[in-house]
C-alpha cells in the first residue's frame, strides 16, 4: 500500500470548516483513500473512502485531486468533540492489512 | 449498534508477568484483528484471523505473544512474560469479510502499563 504523509497536527476554531490534507503521490490506481479517526483512548473509527470522485456522507466531504496525488479531508462545521487524530490511508482492499501512520492530531478550540 | 468488547479496560502488571486480554467481536463476523498501538503512534496489525485460522502473524512476536480464536468466535492475546516496551495499547477490530475497510469495527482497547 502506498505512503501516505500528513501533518502532524492543526488547529481549528469551533464552527469553523477543518480541512485536513493528505499527500499520496505513489498512490496505485487501485488503491481507495481512505479516512480514520481516533478521539483520545477509544478505537479508531470509519470515516470516509474514496477512489477518483469527490465523496460526502454525514460526517465529511473527501476532495480527491485529479491526478489522485493528494486528498483533502473536510469537517464542514467542526466541534470540540472531532477533536481527534485522523488518520488518512491508500488501500487495496482484499486480504492486505490496513496500515495506519501517525496521523493528524486536530485540535478544535472555542 | 453492534460494538466489539474488549476486556480489560485497562491492565498494570509486572514485568515478566503473564497477561490475557479478551475480545468478542460483531456477531457473523469472520475476521478478526487484534492491532498494537505505542503511545504517539498510529495502531500496527499483530494478528489476523479469518474464522479460527491465523492469516497473518507476521508482526506478531512469537517468543512471548500468542494468540486464538478456537472457535471462530471471541479471541484472545497473551503476553509471556511481559516486558516493559509492550506497554501500549492493544485494539481488536472485526469485520464480515477480509479487505471491507469501512465494515472494520474496533474495540476500545485495552492499555496495558508493564512496571
Known amino acids: 500500500d502506498a505512503k501516505t504523509t500528513q501533518p502532524p497536527s492543526m488547529d481549528c476554531a469551533e464552527g469553523r470548516a477543518a480541512n485536513l490534507p493528505c499527500n499520496h503521490s505513489?498512490?496505485?490506481?487501485?488503491?481507495?483513500v481512505y479516512w480514520y479517526r481516533q478521539i483520545h483512548s477509544q478505537g479508531p473509527q470509519y470515516i470516509i473512502h474514496g477512489l477518483k470522485n469527490n465523496e460526502t456522507n454525514e460526517m465529511a466531504s473527501l476532495i480527491i485531486t485529479e491526478d489522485r496525488k493528494s486528498s483533502t479531508l473536510i469537517l464542514p462545521h467542526a466541534t470540540l468533540r472531532d477533536t481527534a487524530v485522523y488518520y488518512c490511508?491508500?488501500?487495496?482492499?482484499?486480504?492486505?492489512?490496513?496500515?495506519f501512520g501517525t496521523g493528524t492530531q486536530l485540535k478544535v478550540e472555542l | 449498534e453492534a460494538e466489539v468488547a474488549q476486556s480489560p479496560r485497562y491492565k498494570i502488571t509486572e514485568k515478566s508477568q503473564a497477561v490475557a486480554f479478551w475480545c468478542d467481536p460483531i456477531s457473523g463476523h469472520a475476521t478478526l484483528y487484534w492491532y498494537r498501538q505505542i503511545l504517539g503512534q498510529g495502531p500496527e496489525l499483530l494478528v489476523q484471523?479469518?474464522?479460527?485460522?491465523?492469516?497473518?502473524d507476521s508482526q506478531l512476536p512469537k517468543d512471548r505473544f500468542s494468540a486464538e480464536r478456537l472457535k471462530g468466535v471471541d479471541s484472545t492475546l497473551k503476553i509471556q512474560p511481559a516486558e516493559l516496551g509492550d506497554s501500549a495499547m492493544y485494539l481488536c477490530a472485526s469485520s464480515s469479510r477480509p479487505g471491507q475497510l469501512y465494515g472494520y469495527t474496533f474495540g476500545s482497547g485495552t492499555r496495558l502499563t508493564v512496571v
Open positions: 505513489t498512490i496505485s490506481g487501485n488503491e481507495y
Open positions: 484471523f479469518q474464522d479460527e485460522s491465523v492469516v497473518d
Open positions: 490511508i491508500a488501500y487495496t482492499g482484499g486480504g492486505n492489512k490496513l496500515t
